[in-house]
């Protein structure tokens, strides 16, 4: 039974709510395998296991529509995997991913742009982390990537101000909440089901499976449970009776926009040279698929993990970060840092000094209030980001534990591995 099944991209507000009261009332359901979380991974994962296995997959996604938090607020960035260290989770599944990605936009008619992007040094001490991020290029089997010389940049970028830089011709954009949207409708079509408006608060686990309750007292019923659940990870995993060495810790990235008559000032996506010491890639110029330019995010700390407003605030996350010994060694580490990502967020002054050191020409008044996102950071006990992928397993279950950017790009290729961890650990019948 298809329940909550999530139709097209844009009636699906008004559709979900019917099927929300459809569904109200079923007070028990039963599938082979239950997927926590709506966003891009958990759908890619889904969409894998049924392409793969003949088994039936429900979706819980607590929202009342998919790709609600990290999917539908990210830049719509197809990553190339430039950044990556070979060899990682993320330089294997970015690279592939983005692959599948393509592919997926191409058959499913999804608006997609491979436009290629700029990576920009504007100081001298920059060129050791241009060069190696060059080198990372090539070594993830990145063709085309090559140096520029400051003049080469204005040749692509005329306004942009440089050294030296890198063009990479795979980067390219689109709506990763439409590529949720068309996953789910695969789902659906295909014998699976997405069931929104379906928060998780208990997980029993047993010889038989699992039973998982939500907050309107539904039980869902499954021999297997994957957790996708992004921002709600490490508490849907504790909650499935795990002890996850890591616990989430939210950052919010704010953007701002330019307005139209200066939406000539970019041509297409520029980026700094990343601090090597963050998982964040530094505040930079997007053109967007639907139209626009973004410039941003910061990554300040939020105060609540779905809070994309300054003054979102819950106290039980709040409690969470303060009662967790990896939040204060991570603040004790970079404290300063944490504090100029905060004034650059208080003061749109700073932000656009930040953005200025690679579009010179850029103005307060060119740019407009954006978005925000919030980036699920999962967090070591001793204060270090995790800067890769994190996937564990359990028995009947698999935890994905930290899946932040380039996860969109990647999630085809993620749900891929999942696929291949449930054909061992699951013993699942492959599709005839």
Request: some cysteine.
């Amino acid at each position: 039974m298809n329940q909550g099944c999530v139709p097209g991209p844009f009636d699906a507000d008004i559709d979900i709510r019917g099927l929300l009261r459809e569904i109200t009332g079923r007070m028990e359901t039963s599938s082979d395998i239950l997927v926590v979380g709506g966003g891009i991974v958990g759908l890619a994962s889904a969409y894998a296991l049924q392409r793969s296995f003949a088994v039936t997959v429900n979706v819980l996604e607590a929202e009342p529509e998919v790709a609600t938090h990290q999917t539908g607020n990210n830049s719509g960035v197809i990553h190339s995997g430039l950044y990556y260290r070979p060899g990682s989770l993320k330089a294997r599944h970015c690279t592939r991913g983005r692959l599948l990605l393509l592919e997926f936009c191409r058959k499913h008619g999804l608006a997609h742009e491979v436009c290629g992007k700029v990576v920009v040094a504007t100081r001298e001490e920059e060129l050791a982390a241009l060069q190696t991020l060059e080198e990372r290029g090539r070594a993830n089997g990145l063709e085309g990537v090559r140096r520029l010389s400051a003049e080469e940049i204005r040749e692509r970028e005329p306004q942009c101000a440089g050294i030296a830089g890198l063009w990479v011709p795979q980067t390219g954009i689109v709506d990763f909440k439409q590529v949720a949207q068309a996953l789910a409708r695969e789902i659906c079509d295909h014998g699976g089901a997405v069931t929104t408006g379906a928060t998780v608060t208990a997980i029993r686990a047993g010889p038989e499976g699992v039973v998982v309750t939500d907050a309107r007292g539904r039980e869902f019923r499954a021999r297997y449970l994957i957790n996708c659940a992004g921002l709600q990870s490490d508490r849907i995993a504790r909650l499935a009776g795990l002890a996850p060495a890591l616990a989430i810790i939210p950052f919010r990235g704010e953007y701002y926009e330019l307005k139209p008559e200066r939406h000539g000032l970019v041509r297409n996506l520029i980026y700094p040279v990343p601090d090597p010491r963050f998982p964040f890639l530094g505040v930079h110029f997007t053109r967007m698929i639907h139209g626009g330019v973004e410039a941003g995010p910061n990554a300040v700390l939020a105060f609540q993990r779905e809070g994309y407003r300054r003054t979102a605030f819950s106290w039980r996350d709040v409690r969470a970060m303060a009662g967790y010994g990896g939040f204060w060694r991570m603040a004790g580490r970079h404290w300063r840092t944490g504090l100029g990502e905060m004034h650059r967020s208080l003061s749109k002054r700073a932000f656009v000094h930040a953005l200025q050191r690679l579009l010179p020409a850029i103005r307060e008044e060119d740019l407009v209030p954006g978005g925000a996102g919030v980036r699920a950071q999962a967090v070591a006990p001793d204060g270090a980001l995790l800067d890769d992928f994190c996937i564990e397993q359990a028995p009947g279950m698999i935890h994905v534990l930290n899946a932040p950017s380039p996860a969109a790009t990647s999630s085809l290729s993620i749900g891929e591995a999942i696929a291949a961890m449930a054909r061992t650990s699951f013993a699942l019948k492959e599709r005839g």
